[in-house]
């Protein structure tokens, strides 16, 4: 995969794309964007498709607890189309979709959930055009694409050995198609909906948030969860949990906290009241940048186990 | 005339509908899934602890049913069963679960097919978040973009909802649906550790523990959304169904009815169940026990390379084909028969196999209420009335569980793993019938398949040429208006299909 680093001329084009959709005609730097408060007018369209997704993302972007789920759609954003909730549908759909796409330059973001079946177009196709078309034509006029969760962000388990279809990540897909455009990646399997919401309302508020290299944004995505980790003690410790089940810290059993770079032991999820480790149960690592993909690299390790790799 | 329903929205994934309507009366129906990711294939050679991880990515709007079903079919496969407490809090995951999916089918993705969303503009009172939508919906209005205030505008031309007070009652109820959904799946996510994608959940129990300051919180959400249940969604079904009385005559299904059983009563995942397991032919009074063996799949109309009816367990490998057919989704039949599975399947067949009264007494009470005999079920509003009876019954039954937890004790099963063995898994997700099955060899996945409840409602037609049942509820179909079709629109929402499940 060829990396595209976000560089200082990309973030310029987001701070052009943002006078653009704002009908502001100069908009000096990024940073400037910052004050705009968030208006009917300034709240960003977002068109927001699905490729080879489960929906878990769009589903966890309705549990919604910082925001209201009405407020994320009418405040935050105005949610021009969604598959789940539009009342619009067939090919009425399909020409909003269009009108968009085919629209003025810098009008929308494109959000996309899902990876992009690019060795079978077939496997994705929506009204009758593969996925993957919307995906390089939404590129060229969207004011920047916003991958939602880790299928879009890394590829995920769609992407994953011996997937049949050859999918893979929007990053992956934009650089075989030598589509240079901002981009941020939001992963997660599903995503965190703060991780989404709060990222968006930064774009307008503040501007571009700072980037990790996997073009994801630090203040979520910038720690390593073991070390962040409430049970990090019990790791020094060694009181390590021996079977599913046990308290403790979860190394043993194999959690992937220690690659993984997420803010969940401090945010936690479902409007804060838990977490995968506060239910003992391992991290597997779902916003990593490797979910899922190897076959020989279970999540767990059971007692007569290692695994081969970490 | 040929009309394509796709990009169909509000329900979960890919699906296109291709009509035929000659005179108004759709006369073809043609179901298309139009994803496919290849589970089935991505799991083979894998750790089978991953399996219930990796399958409940199946499908983000139902990932606990495929994370039980994988657990069961685990448990199985390893010859051990879960503690108590560990059976008890995968049901309460469970059961939370199916409840905001429930909410979600009737509030987000169906009833924008009978309210008059545009009433909110007249609403006079002092609301807040109806002030707010109302504020919003004309000033996006204004702009006179004709998109401007999606997702709720623009929509399908159709018959509406008349009566502005009822459609605006019920946007406030869309809104407080939103609300009360995430306190449900926050309820399941204490003990599954989140939603969407539990992580506690394995073969075995639940790695969470049973304990008191937990489970009341469960109980308090789940208390609190049963008068929800209770107050507010019957009646709202009740009252559309009472403006919309052919709805109870529209959409049925020509096939039978298949339930795998949900909510094991007991440690054992294969004994008693909360609802039934079984298979009711149409217009039958009987139902037969589950038989996994009776269930074959076809792809005489699929994109896979074709393969005469198999049986699950002894499946060929799956062989994408985008050439053929017309669908990426199978054509499961049982006993080589067509049938619809999801709430009203559940239903009829727990009330003609009934182990536990409770799901027969509840039913009794509302077609009494009604009016209606027990296939009428088998309509638009029968399913929905399905999921709110089924709704209830698992509130009821979840607060019941919640009593029945012992705090301290045990609630995953301590295994080891063996290197060869297979097992099928059988639960309902919200929305039907849920099979996997796994053969392990040398400790890794060598075969999984998965039955989704989508694959059987939004089955292709078989190498007889029969339709699957959404299918066939569409084909008679009256339409307003051929182009736009929103009543196939009530019909398929009723399914709640789930595009990702069936074709996975």
Redesign the interface.
Known sequence: MNEIKINRRQALQLAAALGTTFGLSTLPEPIRAALLPITADTAPKIIYLQGLSCTGCSISLLQTATISPLSSITTYSNLSFHSDLSAISGQQALALIDSFISGKDGEYYLAIEGAIPAGMPEACMIGSKPFGEYVAAGAKTAAGIIAIGTCASFGGIPSAEGNPTGSMSVPAFLAQRHIDKLLITIPGCPTHPDWVWHTITHLVKVGLPELTESRSPKIFFGKNLHNSCPRYHYFQEEMFAKKLGDFGCLFKLGCLGPITFADCPTRWWNGGSTWCIDANAPCIGCAAPTFALHKDFPFYRTESESRTKL | MKV???????????L?VKTTVENKIIVDAKCEG??????E??L????P??AQ??TQ?????C?YAHALASSYAQEAAYKITAPANGRILQNLIQGANHIYDHL?NFY??SA?DFID?TAILKYTGKDR?LM??RD?VK??LATGK???A???????SGDYVENADISIGALKNY?IA??I??KS??AS????????????V?P??????ARIDLLL?YKTIIEEVRGFIHDTYLPDIIAIASLYPAYWNIGASKGGFLSAGLFPLGPQQDGTRLFSSGYVANQKATAAPFDCNAITEETAYS?YVSQGPERVAIAGA?V?D?SRGYS?IKAPRYEGQVAEVGPAARLIVSYHHSEDQRVREAVDRYLKKLNLSIFQLNSVLGRHLSRGISAAIIADYLLEACEQLTPGQ???A?Y??PATGEGFGLTEASRGALLHYLRLRNG?IEKYECVVPTTWNCSPRDGQEVPGPLESALIGLHVASP???LES?RVIHSFDPCL?CAVH
């Open positions: 394509e329903l796709g990009p169909v929205t509000r329900l979960e994934g890919h296109n139009e994803m496919f990711r290849g589970f294939r991505i083979q050679g894998r750790h602890l991953d991880q990796i990515r199946i499908c983000g709007i990932p979600l987000q993705l924008i969303v978040d707010h939508l919003w000033a996006r004709a998109h401007a999606a997702p709720f505008l623009p929509r399908l809104l939103l609300e959904q995430k799946n926050q996510a204490i003990f599954g550790g989140k939603f969407p994608h539990a992580t506690s394995f075995g129990g639940c790695t969470q523990e919180a994109r799956l994408p985008p990426w045990p609630t995953m301590a080891k793993i890794v182009e736009e079709q629109l990702a």
